[in-house]
């Protein structure tokens, strides 16, 4: 037995044991506007614009945390400051690059899982003139 349908059982019992007002709700939705469609991008647009700005602080916290580490553990141990320098410098190269690969990582992980939306919205919606259309003419459409 595969875990999602697992979950898709849970889900009908949850549903089953409720009032029935989340499927009223869903089928009185009615499609949104081009103007609601249009703010609703512009919102995600500015969300993911703000989670992008977030992001680019993560290289400078990365290399100022470890340089700071670093830093106080040669401080403790008494290093010489030309050696502690070259390690500091090092170390704060060393962990800036690690930041950017995960700024970059982070960066993908997001693009796929904005494109994966994209694809469950396209399969979500369908073509009005699908809907209006008689099932016989989709099948004798297919064998064509």
């Not at 979950?7 to 939705?29: K, L, T």
């Not at 290093?79 to 995960?102: D, P, R, S």
């Not at 904005?114 to 919606?125: D, N, T, Y």
């Amino acid at each position: 037995m595969d875990w999602e349908e697992t979950g898709s059982r849970e889900d009908e019992n949850v549903r089953g044991e409720s009032d029935g007002s989340s499927e009223d709700v869903e089928e009185q939705q009615e499609p949104e506007s081009a103007a609601e469609r249009e703010a609703r991008e512009k919102r995600e647009e500015e969300e993911r614009q703000a989670r992008a700005r977030k992001r680019k602080l993560i290289p400078p916290f990365v290399m100022l945390l470890a340089g700071a580490i670093t830093s106080i553990t040669m401080r403790i141990l008494q290093y010489e400051m030309k050696t502690m320098l070259i390690i500091l410098l090092c170390v704060l190269l060393g962990f800036y690059f690690a930041g950017c690969v995960l700024q970059t990582m982070l960066d993908r992980f997001e693009r796929q899982i904005e494109e994966a939306h994209m694809e469950e919205g396209e399969v979500i919606e369908k073509d009005p003139s699908e809907q209006d259309e008689p099932r016989s003419s989709k099948v004798n459409r297919k064998n064509e």
